[in-house]
Every structure is written in C-alpha cells, then in structure tokens.
C-alpha cells in the first residue's frame, strides 16, 4: 500500500518506522526542514519537506495514488485540513486523523474523516480501567455497528448482589456476553444467574445505554 | 443580528466595532486577551478569551443564537475547522471564513464554506490599481 503520513513528530517517526518493516510505501510530509533531515538520514528518502495541508505538496507527493494517509500533527485542525483535502482532492479511500481534544472524535466523523483517533481518550480509559471503585470500563468500540464492549463490576456495595439477571430488567438491547467471578471460570450468564459480589460481566449495548446498564446492574 | 467573531486581529477587531457602531450585538473572541487593546473604549459589543475551535467555547460566545459566524485568526485551519464547527455543529444560518491559501479556498468552496481569499482580492485589487494608473 501507498501510505501517506502527515507530520513527522514522534508518532509520525514511530508510525513509520512500524509501516515501513510491514512492508508498505512510506512518505512523510513533514514542515520542519530539520527533522525531515533527521528522518531520511535514518531511514532513507521517505520524508518531504511541506505543509501536507496545500494542494500543491499533496499533488507533488502523488496522493492522487495513495491507498491510506494518516495526519499525525500535533494540531487538530491541521490534521482535519489535511484529511479533508486528500479525502476530498485527491479521492484518498480512507483517511486517519489523530485528534487531542476527545469532543473532535463526533466531529471529525461528520466532516468526513474515516477514522479520527483521540490518545486522550485512550489514555483516559486505559487509566479508568486501573482505577478500582470505576463500575463501567469500556473495552472496545464497534463504530460502523453503533455498539460497544463494556465491562461493569459488581463492586461490593452494589444494591443487586444476589439477586437474577432476570429480575433486574436489563434495557431490551443490552447483551450480556459473560460472566467473570472473581473465583472461578468465566461463565455466559443465564436469566437465572445470581450476581456476586466481584463478578465482572462483559456486555454488547448501544453508547448511549451506558448508563442505564450501569444502574440496573450496580442498583447505585 | 448576533455575530461571533473569531479572531481579535486587526481584521476582527475593526469589524467588531463597525458591527457594533451599526448596532448589532457582537461577541468578539481571541485565544489573547492582549488583542483586545484592539478594540476602543467605546465598543459595546463582547469580549471573549477562548479558542474557537473549542466547542463550548463557542457556546459561551452564543453561537447557539448567532445570526453569523466569522472566522478571521491567522490561521486558515483554525479558520477552517470553527467555520465547519459553526456550521455543521451548530447550524448558525451564516458562516464567512477567511483563508489566505487560494487553493484550500477553493476546496472549501467546493464544499460549500463561504470563504474570502484576502491573498487573492488583494492581489486583484493591486492589478486594478496598477492598469487604470496606465490608462
């Protein structure tokens, strides 16, 4: 594939470095003259010197051909600009943005951006899931399917314990995939499941029953 | 009418007080509350320090209830980015959008941003200048 990566900071580099031992064709579009020096002498001619958001870099650098690009400046209007213009432009089929403010990720999506990625949010949720009274972690995101993984734990003063899955009227799009005791094997609930104190229990729901779940599960 | 201005340069600021001496309710924003010693004593209007492409700054500036948005900060992106976010987030009725890049203008234009080159109206406006001293 022919991969075109905006900015030329330590993700760029990183990101890269990561495609390029993959195998794909690389180009780094990179403002700052020096570090694009810095990035060719290292791994050959793979970095240009400009700005990845003017349509005359863009159409100098072939993005007309590129299967991906991926702007990973530090700014996120400058990572917007740029992936409307190949998306736009050049037709580029898929476009990845790195944004910092996690109110962009709804944003860039509307204004066509393929895949918005927030480290914010990532770094938040990794930290979230370390922090042990939180009762509702998210593991996964199915975008295109308007659905998500959570786990919900049933922390030692949550009002449900012992009580059935069946008794707790769970929101009618909520699927419960398993049931993780805190001794035991893992175990796909039933309706007549009875929560303990410790269970975790890994679900498929809409976003926005987030709270909803947690508050049926939990009872707090 | 109610406008938001993004933007507290020279531009911003001498359109915020001729919005204001026409009487219209004006909020004026800059990421620098040193570009509003811009603004004279006598402007009526608002005046915001916040980031426009921020959301609920946005809000905070009104933009739910603007008649018009008008991005004029130096950067074309961060011109960009608030005119979409006015737009499309916030559906403000009108949006005008300066970028200095001739070429980004245009796509912008393509895709339906109201967007004003001053590169390009500036350079016209010299050429008119130059051909009727010549005449």
Known sequence: ?????????????????????????ILIIEKNA???????????????NGDGCEA?????????????FIAVTGDDEDNLVACQVAKFKFKVPRT???IRNPQN???FKKLGIDVPVSATTMILEAIAKEVPTHPLTHLLTLSDKGLEIVEVRILPNAKTIGRSIKSLHLPEETKLALLIPRDGKPIIPASDTVLQSGDQVIALIPPELEEDLRTTLTGI | MKVVIMGCGRVGAQLA???DTDDHEVTILDIDAFSFKRLSSTFGGTALIG?????????RAGIEEADVFVAVTQGDNRNIMAAQIAKHIFNVPRVICRIYDPLRKEIYEMLGIEALSPTVVFAQLLREKIETKVK
């Open chain 1, 96 to 98: 990845i943005a790195r």
């Open chain 1, 34 to 48: 020096r570090f694009c020096d810095l990035i060719n002498e290292e791994m050959g001619s793979v970095c240009y």
């Open chain 1, 105 to 107: 990720e709804a944003l």
């Open chain 1, 56 to 68: 005359s870099v863009l159409a100098e650098v072939g993005t007309n051909r590129a299967d991906l």
């Open chain 2, 51 to 59: 980031n426009g492409i921020d959301q609920e700054v946005l809000k």
């Open chain 2, 17 to 19: 007080e001729l919005l």
């Open chain 1, 1 to 25: 594939m022919y991969i075109i990566i905006v900015g030329g900071g330590r993700v760029g580099y990183y990101l890269a470095k990561a495609l390029l031992s993959e195998g794909h064709e």
